[in-house]
């Protein structure tokens, strides 16, 4: 079946340092891929989504590539901040799916 | 537009028992899903509603039950609680379609002690 795969946390970096949380995925046909992150006490929020190869889908910093060649959707933001400090969670929607499977999620703490 | 609804935000029961949460969607929403959080498998999908049917079912004992009313709002059931059903529900109000999206409530936490 379907699945995501991120890299394992916790993550910690310096504020202004550059942030990539590594995405890959197991799925048949052309899933749409997702990023979503949860503020501590709170739901998720969808952060950007990408729904075909080559796309990039990019929020308040952040981007991720859909690369179809290497299954992956890596999350990256150049300059951190304290307030990004939060549970990152990838996902996909499988073709013709109507529910989102998620990564075990990453957790990332910006220090000032 | 009001974002999603979820009552209650904290639930303690004890083993045994039965739970209900109800959630909210977006209006003008068909479509929910529900999730349980918890540290140790993450997040699962338990199961979801389009117009009142149940089209998607997750991996989770016949003990966890749902409905969804004509307006949308959606309601999950727990009965005899055990000790692993302390997680955090999530319910999230679906964009369907090409443009699929999911917005999340703030979820219910119920511990059962």
């Known amino acids: 079946g379907d699945s995501v795969t991120q890299m394992e946390g916790p993550v910690t970096l310096s504020e202004e340092a550059f942030l990539t949380i590594n995405c890959t995925y197991t799925?048949?046909?052309?899933?749409?891929l997702f990023w979503y992150v949860q503020y501590p006490g709170e739901g998720l929020q969808l952060l950007l989504k990408a729904t075909k190869a080559d796309d990039k889908g990019s929020n308040k910093g952040f981007e991720a590539t859909y690369r179809k060649e290497t299954t992956s959707f890596h999350l990256e933001k150049g300059s951190v901040q304290v307030s990004d400090s939060a549970v990152y969670f990838c996902a996909l929607l499988g073709q013709g799916a109507q529910k989102l499977v998620f990564g075990q999620g990453t957790r990332l703490t910006i220090n000032p | 537009k009001a974002g999603v609804t979820q009552t209650p935000r904290y639930l303690i029961k004890t083993r045994g028992q039965q739970v209900t949460l109800s959630c909210s969607p977006i209006?003008?929403?068909?479509?929910v899903s529900w999730y349980q959080q918890t540290p140790g498998q993450g997040l699962q999908f338990l199961f979801e509603?389009?117009?009142?049917?149940?089209?998607n079912k997750g991996n989770f004992p016949g003990r966890f039950s749902g409905r969804q009313f004509s307006n949308s709002r959606s309601e999950m059931n727990v009965s005899t609680l055990e000790l692993g059903d302390s997680a955090l529900y999530l319910c999230?109000?679906?964009?369907?379609?090409?443009?699929?999206?999911?917005?999340f409530g703030p979820g219910t936490r119920l511990t059962v002690t």
């Open positions: 209006s003008g929403h068909r479509s």
């Open positions: 509603y389009f117009s009142e049917t149940q089209r």
């Open positions: 799925a048949t046909g052309y899933p749409s």
């Open positions: 999230a109000s679906n964009i369907l379609g090409e443009g699929y999206e999911q917005y």
